[in-house]
């Protein structure tokens, strides 16, 4: 323990810092606060509005009738910051540079200190986990921390969004809780860092989510296979701070389920009505103010409330889609009682279009594949209809549920026409020529985010220019055929996962054996491999230069229709030139010239993962502006000169192990691999990136 030193005299006495960190400035009178951190101002409702686990058995363990358990969070070895979001902490009112700069900052946020007024407690909840219940999950790594209040001066957008006037801090890889089952409640390097990224560029995306405050890394180690194929390896311990109204989710209601009819499992809470009313009353409250002043009535109030969850739902799934994210894991417990994009595991932003784009190594039958996370969201509402029920009526909770597909579409069409520029009216084609935009992209392998990002520089039809406009649509389309695959490209996109001869024989089960057949598959995943292997047959048979006139044939088509559509934006204003630059203003503010593709982060966690913090950091630096150029910010921070940029410090006398082999190995990659900038198609080598829940 380091103490303070104190001055030369008999009289003076001197206090360990520990002690001093969580002294009240009433009983150290002569003490000024250390760190800003310090001096933050709690207020912990959620922990005196619901039930608290009053035990503080360790270990994994069954927790009924309460919402919350006290936690001791584990300290990290030797913790230090990888990188910080200042924009987040500001939230907090805290200043990034400050934090940035204090050396108890790193132990403050990663639970390795307790702040003053901090009370560390892990939450219960329960979920659907790939359409199974899963009985109890809870805070398994996470660890609430508190409600800090919000500080004076805050924008009051902000306040819109988050009427409760406290901002929740969570500290994600903390160590263990009651729920961490066989796991160990840590969390690694890489795994952070994904987190701290996405969280952070999909709040400068526009899309709804949970903040990113920081990560923090250390010395302490835990072992992990990160491809589940028996060859783990030592990782370092890290954290993120994570920052929200609530992390309450539909599958906190779920710890009232009576017995599952498939599992067996029940919720922890199962018969304790009283709580789940309480809950209500709590999140109402809370955050959705207006409802509780505008209905006296208990029951229209509920209906109130999960209209608007239905609602917020919907926008941010479709907000979702706008962006080429595939969220990866949305079980129940990972959807956000405010609309938020809620726990980053195994996530992912498409690079080629494809409808079946699946980020999540370990979902073999694709469930959460980016198509299918519209009608997701609206299965794990009806789950927290039933999870409310009697305290929301199944016959009201089913008529805010035929709500949601019409609540969805609105959604999307809206962004969809600012992403192509449709600002003046509402066709009834639009939905044909968006429909039309990505089968084209999907035909050719075209990018999404940059296909989407040149849209913007295909002229308006303007008068007389009848000659020029074959041109015109030449040139358009060869813009947009760099973003196109190559054959090979195509042709390994369309591989199928089975084998020929598998799929013949599953095939002749479906047939023969139809109740073996769907114990071992399902006629969706069959129709996708027959589909794939279908486009590779044709993809075979043609050549390099057929796919090219082809592609250059499916948007010359197109382009021809969009600049028809376009032409019709013009029709009764007078001043053609405001039209057109209002156009590609909106365009290029919706449509993003960077996103957080794999190979982005897969650079910043192999620098980071030698010791090199700089490309995390210029990373996020790059992200916070994700609609514009960025002039001497184009590429990573490495292609300077062929080597990192800047080491960050190493620990004294640290020799590499014959353990860390593999990951030194995969680290050295970085500065191998030819640089592409950010607004890139990605390079080949990324199609080998593999993420899972690990």
Known sequence: MAYLRPRLGPSRIFVPLRLLATAGMADMGLVTSRSPLERLDFDNVALRRLPLDPSEEPGARAVKGACFSRVRPQPLAAPRFVAVSRDALALLGLNGE????????????????????????AHCYCGHQFGQFAGQ??????????EV??????????LRENPSGRWEMQ???????PYSRQADGRKVLRSSIREFLCSEVMHFLGVPTTRAACVVTSDTRVVRDVYYSGNPRNERCSAVVRIAPTFLRFGSFEIFKQADEHTGRQGPSYGRDEIRGQMMDYVIEMFYPDIQRDHPDRVERNVAFFREVTRRTARVVAQWQCVGFCHGVLNT?????????????????????????????????????YQAQPAICRWNLVKLAEALAPELPPDRAEAVLSEYLGLYNSFYLENMRRKLGLLKRDEPEDEMLITELLQTMHNTGADFTNTFRGLSRISCPTEGESEEEEELVRKATALLLEQCASLEELKAANKPAMDPRELAMLLSMAQSNPALFQMISDRTTISRQLEKLSKLKDLTEAGPDELKTKQAE????????????????????SDVQAVQEERVRVMDSTNPRVVLRNYIA????????????SEVQRVLKVLEKPFSSQPGLEFPAWVDGGAPT???????????????????????????RIPVPYDSRPPAWAREICVTST
Do not use: H
């Open 149 to 158: 209040k919000v500080p004076p001066g805050q924008d009051p957008e902000l």
């Open 646 to 672: 800047k080491q960050a410090e190493r620990d004294e006398g640290e020799e590499e192990e014959d353990d860390d082999d593999q990951q030194q190995e995969a680290a050295s990659k970085s500065t191998a």
């Open 98 to 121: 400050e934090v940035a700069r204090d050396p108890l900052a790193p132990e403050y946020l990663s639970g390795s200190r307790i702040m003053p007024g901090s009370e560390p407690a």
């Open 602 to 613: 897969q650079n910043a966690i192999e620098a980071a993962e030698k010791g090199d913090f």
């Open 333 to 369: 417990d990972n959807m956000s009682i405010l609309g938020l994009t809620l726990d980053y595991g195994p996530y992912g932003f498409m690079d080629r279009f494809d409808p079946d784009f699946i980020c999540n190594a370990s979902d073999n039958s694709g469930r959460y594949s």
């Open 137 to 146: 999950l809870g805070d398994g790594a996470a660890c609430y921390l508190g």
């Open 171 to 177: 500290v994600k890889g903390a160590g263990l809780t």
């Open 554 to 573: 499916d948007w010359s088509r197109w382009i021809t229709r969009y600049r028809k559509r376009l032409s019709r934006e013009l029709e009764g204003q």
